[in-house]
Nanobody, 131 residues
Framework: QVQLIESGGGSVQAGGSLRLSCQASGFTDSTYCMGWFRQVPGKEREGVAVIDNDGVTTYVDSVKGRFTISQDNAKNIYLQMNSLQIEDTAMYYC??????????????????????????WGQGIRVTVSS
């Protein structure tokens, strides 16, 4: 079973930065795709950023230029969040699928799938941005 554990959340003032980490383990296939989604009470889970098996990244428009998703050789992923806004306040979830090859259109499509985007999810970590 794939296990995903998020860390690095917390509270920050608007304009500040946070770096989320997702520790991944349990992959049995050599190919995989991962990403970050977020959710607030009363709203559906929405895509933030995804990265495919080749390292190609895709971002939702609202975070482009502010957030950066990355991955290390141990299959962990990270989300560097700069210039945080009050609207970024949410529970952030790390997700993964394996096997997964990704592709030229995979990222944009996966960001639209909301809570069904990935087969595996972490428990979530809270990010609060205040004025």
């Amino acid at each position: 079973q794939v296990q995903l554990i998020e860390s690095g959340g917390g509270s920050v003032q608007a304009g500040g930065s946070l770096r989320l980490s997702c520790q991944a383990s349990g992959f049995t296939d050599s190919t995989y795709c991962m990403g970050w989604f977020r959710q607030v009470p009363g709203k559906e889970r929405e895509g933030v950023a995804v990265i495919d098996n080749d390292g190609v990244t895709t971002y939702v428009d609202s975070v482009k230029g502010r957030f950066t998703i990355s991955q290390d050789n141990a299959k962990n992923i990270y989300l560097q969040m700069n210039s945080l806004q009050i609207e970024d306040t949410a529970m952030y979830y790390c997700g993964a699928d394996s096997p997964c090859e990704g592709g030229s259109s995979w990222g944009a499509l996966r960001l639209l799938l909301k809570e069904n985007a990935f087969g595996f999810w972490g428990q979530g970590i809270r990010v609060t941005v205040s004025s």
